[in-house]
């Protein structure tokens, strides 16, 4: 029997992040990435961010959609979970991949966050993504396009047997 509290018990539990994005598509199929200004390093990602505090995978994407799209999200179904380990100072991270689809492409970007946005053909998310989300990415396309349902992937690689 242990003498810790249920505060220091849950102390001690590791700490987690959680970020939404969502897998919009064009008519063609192409997928909606978004140029990012504060990632010089990696300036091209998917639509969406961290969640807040107390805040849904599902809540957090409507929000960053609305934020940074300046549009509103029908959020159709989850494609992808991903489980990231911690890469110091960042702690490990859950992944939320939604399907998405935009009331229209007039989109309002946050200049301070957004510098553009660009439809890419599936096939060509590796040449802008980092490989790491380019996997995800890559895993949600085949998930929307084989309605398979959601994808668990530790670090973007599909660890399940399944259509991924």
Same mark, same amino acid.
């Not at 609305?66 to 960042?90: H, I």
């Given at each position: +029997?242990?003498?810790?509290? =249920?505060?220091e018990?849950?102390?001690?539990? %590791?700490?987690?992040? *959680?970020?939404a994005?969502? $897998?919009?598509?064009?008519?063609a199929g =192409?997928?909606? $990435?978004?140029k990012?200004?504060?990632?010089? =390093?990696?300036?091209?990602?998917?639509?969406?961010? +961290?969640?807040?505090?107390?805040?849904?995978?599902?809540?957090?994407?409507?929000?960053?959609?609305a934020?940074?799209? *300046?549009v509103?999200?029908?959020?159709?179904?989850? $494609?992808?979970?991903?489980?990231?380990?911690?890469?110091? %100072?960042?702690? #490990? #991270?859950?992944?939320?991949?939604?399907r998405?689809d935009?009331?229209?492409?007039?989109?309002?970007l946050? %200049?301070?966050?957004?510098?553009?946005?660009?439809?890419?053909?599936? #096939?060509? $998310?590796p040449?802008?993504?980092? &490989?790491?989300? #380019?996997?995800? +990415?890559? &895993? &949600?396309?085949? &998930?929307d =396009?084989?309605?398979?349902?959601?994808a668990?992937?530790?670090?973007?690689?599909a660890?399940l047997? *399944?259509?991924?």
């Amino acid at each position: +029997m242990s003498s810790q509290s =249920d505060e220091e018990f849950f102390a001690n539990l %590791p700490a987690t992040r *959680g970020a939404a994005g969502a $897998l919009i598509r064009s008519a063609a199929g =192409d997928v909606l $990435l978004v140029k990012r200004v504060y990632a010089p =390093d990696e300036p091209w990602g998917v639509p969406g961010g +961290m969640m807040e505090a107390d805040e849904s995978p599902l809540t957090a994407c409507r929000r960053e959609i609305a934020e940074e799209l *300046g549009v509103s999200a029908r959020v159709r179904a989850l $494609l992808v979970v991903d489980w990231v380990p911690a890469l110091p %100072p960042r702690t #490990a #991270a859950h992944q939320w991949l939604f399907r998405v689809d935009v009331a229209s492409t007039g989109f309002r970007l946050p %200049p301070e966050e957004l510098s553009g946005w660009e439809w890419v053909p599936p #096939a060509r $998310l590796p040449d802008h993504l980092p &490989a790491r989300v #380019a996997r995800r +990415m890559l &895993a &949600a396309v085949s &998930a929307d =396009d084989n309605q398979s349902g959601p994808a668990y992937l530790e670090h973007g690689h599909a660890v399940l047997p *399944g259509p991924v």
